[in-house]
């Protein structure tokens, strides 16, 4: 109407925006986070833990860290040579007359042999040695506190041929 | 086989040469064994105790060479990295003790007052 005074172009609603607003609008991350701290600050950060189910009375162990070894400097300077290798653990051969029998009928050589060979070692010596595979190991120890080793070679190899290259025929 | 292996000798050769000398010298001891056991033979009986021997001064001359090269390897590094079996052995006891620096230390104090105040000697004069 034309009698009506213009207003001015001031909106109703207070559109000047406050600095807190402002901060508010621009990065609302800020302000959760802000919260949470003063929520943290008044509560304490504990949260409420459950209880762990126990299935058993005994108490075991848990899994703790363990770190691998890493030494500034080796112990020893040189690492142990192995000793017990198929010099030292076959001493000789018998030619006795049951030993010899034993040659040609049950495919068997026998060894006196270092007292603390145990059987697999045995076997793993005569391998080496004549390059021949070993069926199986029998041992007694004599009498005379020595071990003797009755080697029982595998049907592919004659212990006949294997006397005969060490020369005990 | 020479006659009589040298130490000397066997000091020229390297590591694998040892290791193989040796490898020959037992198989050459192992038949000497099946000899010893089948068909004595003097000669035979004699040489075993050279063999042994021979054995004995390769293994020795191996092994000599071996810690030399690695005392010379470690003895750049401080004395608390060196391998413990290249440290010296003396006793337990002694290389539990004091070492001299440590057993020789005394407080700035002390030492001053032994360089202002000395044992004093005198003489009575005739």
Known sequence: MAGKKVKSNTPKQDLSVSKSKLTSIKAPAAATKAKAAAVAVKKGTSNKSTRKVRTSVIFRR?????????????RRSVNKINKMDQFRILKAPLTTESATQKIEVSNTITFMVDMFANKSQVADAVSKMYEVKVKRVNTLITPRGEKKAFVTLSPEFEAADVANKIGLI | MAEKTKAFELRTKNKTQLLEHLKELRTELSSLRVAQVKSPNPSKL???GTVRKAIARVLTVFNQTQKTHLRAVYSKKSSSKIPTDLRYKKTRAI???LSN?????????????ATNFPQRVFAVKA
């Open chain 1, 62 to 74: 848990p899994v703790t860290l363990n770190n691998p070894k890493k030494p500034a400097y080796p």
């Open chain 2, 46 to 48: 004699a040489k075993i």
């Open chain 2, 95 to 97: 290389r539990r003790r």
């Open chain 2, 101 to 113: 620096k440590q057993a020789k230390s005394v407080t700035l104090r002390v030492a001053k007052t």
